[in-house]
Structures are given as structure tokens and as C-alpha cells.
């Protein structure tokens, strides 16, 4: 709900009872017409009608969502006029590349109806699992979460592999080891916010995609929410949703269909779904030579999928630097800092959100506003 038109209302909200809404003061919806879609099948409220149909992989949801799209705009045909901008944020970052250069392919070879391509947006973007994790090492160093002795001695140790790293390499395992106890406990969603306090340390926590709470985690706070809620973490506002969601009168109102779903939840761990894609770095790197506007964001302080690890890939695509690394501003304020690529008729906006966490918008919703309207409107941020 992060950019969407309402939000809860945190203050006057409980645990125990459904949260109540209010209009987001924020949201990107005032500058632009935006499809939020669940994909792929099983996610949020999205159902298939056979068992197989739930199996899924990152080209063929792909392929449903250009479908998706297709389909959508044939029957709401106002709307193709529109300059179209695919976005997403986190494992978006695989798919986001794959799905805009099948529309631009479609429109190339003549896919009916034409689809009025502009660009893409992604947030905190993974690319690629092992290169993003690897660049966690960097991120924790420059943050001071590491020592500059740790820093180096990871490095020289284990070569640049700190995923499923040799177990004969002792050197490398202990410096792991050392590195995962001075972050076990900080939040790597945003790194200067509170970790849960009922997250216990996980041994190999900065070393997963997606190190996450106990599956019962929900469970625990929806039954004792009053004992659980202090100190505050991220965590804590994700109850409301789930408690918001899963409310009959509300799946009514958003007319979802009685039965198809057992029970949403805001990250689907039971999807049948297969990583068939290892990076999307060849699909950028395909998209550099189209009539493209792309736009790539992250939250400085995401140890998730850090800046650090989306600047090193953004290198690899050699594109030529229009506005090197320079702050941008809010009210006066640095809300981040950009740097504009560009390659004849490309162009991409990296750029951070200072202070943002996984994902920006989140965290800092009056920057990332700023940032998307100025974007689309063909302005400096």
C-alpha cells in the first residue's frame, strides 16, 4: 500500500480489530493511472482454476502478464494512447526486463493492440541472486556495520564467494562467521531501524535472498498483539494487512471471488514456482539499444538488495554518463543522489533515496513521489 491511494491509519489502529484506512498523501496514483497486478498466479489474491495451472516459472509469468496487458487494453482501449511504463520493485528486478522486452518485441513484430512503451521502473532491484548477496559484504563495510580488518580479510579470504563457500576454506568460513554475528541482529530491510525482538538470529542471515521471520510469526502477533507490540518493528505494520486482508467484508467489497483463496498473506512462501532465470543483466543489456527510458531506484540504507551491488551492474552495461553522481532535493532537503546513463535513444536514471529501506517508498514516500513525478514529467530529479 506503500503507493497506492490508502494507507492504514497506524495511530487509531489495533492488533486485534481490522485497521481503518485513510487517503495516502503520497501516492503515485496521483500522477498516473497504475494496474497493480498480483503475479504470478498465487500471489495476493490471484487463483488458478486447475493445479497445474499454479505452476509457474519467471518466463512464463512473464508471458501472462504481456498477455495481461494485451488483453486489458484491447478491452479498455482509452487507455493505449497512454505512454505505458512497466514497474515493480525487489524480485521484480528478474522479471520487470523480461516482460518489457516482450512488449517491445510484440509491438515490433506486430502484436495487436501496439503498446505505447515508454520505459520501466524498478525499486531495490534484484538482478542477480549470487552478485546481489556478494555486494552485501561491501554494503555492510561502507555502513560501518563491518570492520576495514573483516572487510579485507573476507575479501583476500574468500575471493569474492560468500554463498555456499568452500568448507575447507577455513578462513573464509570464520571470517563468515565473524561477519554474520556483527549484522545477525540488525534489520536488513532498513538498517537503522529496530530488528523484531521475537527474531531469533539466524546463522547464515546475510548469506539467503530472503532471510524472513518463522512462518508462525503472524500467528504469534495476531494472538498476543498487545504483549508483542512494544518495542515497534517493520514487522509490526505488515499485521495490519494481513489482518485487513483476510477480513471477509473487505475481500466483498474488493470483489473477490468466496473460495478462492484459503488465506492472503503479503509474501507467498508456497508458491510453485521456479527461478528459471539467473540474471536479468542480458535482458538490460538488450534493452540499451531500444527507444527506452529507464528508471532504477534504491533505498540507501536496503542491506536486502543493496546500491552497492546495482551500481556495480549498471557499470557492466557501459553506458555513456550524462549526469554524473549529484544530489537531488525535496523542501530543500537531499533526497538522494542520481546519476543519468544514457546510449543513443536510451536512457537510465540511477538513483538512491537517502534513508529508504526495501523498498524505498515505504520508508520515504514524500521522496520517491517526488522522484516518479519529476521522472515522468522528463525533469532533472
Known sequence: MCIGPFTFDYANSSGRNKPTLELNPYSWTKIANIIFL????????SYATTWEAYNS??????TQTYEFLRKWLMTHSKFLVNPLYIAGDSYSGITIPIIVQEVSNGNEIGHLPPLNLKGFVIGNPLTHEIWDINARLKFAHRTALISDRLYQST??????????????????VEDLR???????????????EPNCAIESPKPNKLWSLSPHLDDNFIDTLHSTPDQVLEPWCRYYNYLYSYIWAN?????????IREGTIADWTRCNRSLAYTDNVITSIDYHQNLTKKDLRALIYSGD????????????????????????????????QIAGYVTIYTEEKYSLTFTTIKGGGHTAPEYKPKECLAMIDRWFAYYFL
Request: aromatic share 10%; charged share 25%; net charge negative.
Open 38 to 45: 498480483d503475479a504470478p498466479v498465487g500471489t495476493g489474491f
Open 57 to 62: 516459472n519467471d518466463t512464463s509469468s512473464t
Open 155 to 172: 575479501k583476500r579470504n574468500c575471493q569474492g564467494r560468500y554463498i555456499n563457500p568452500d568448507p575447507n576454506n577455513t578462513q573464509c
Open 178 to 192: 565473524e561477519v554474520n554475528e556483527c549484522v545477525a541482529n540488525i534489520y536488513i530491510g532498513q538498517i537503522l
Open 247 to 255: 477480513d471477509k467484508s473487505v475481500q466483498k467489497a474488493l470483489h
Open 301 to 332: 540504507h536496503d542491506l536486502t538488495i543493496p546500491y552497492t551491488g546495482t551500481l556495480e551492474w549498471i557499470e557492466l552495461l557501459d553506458l555513456s554518463i550524462k549526469d554524473d553522481w549529484r544530489p537531488w532535493f525535496v523542501d530543500g
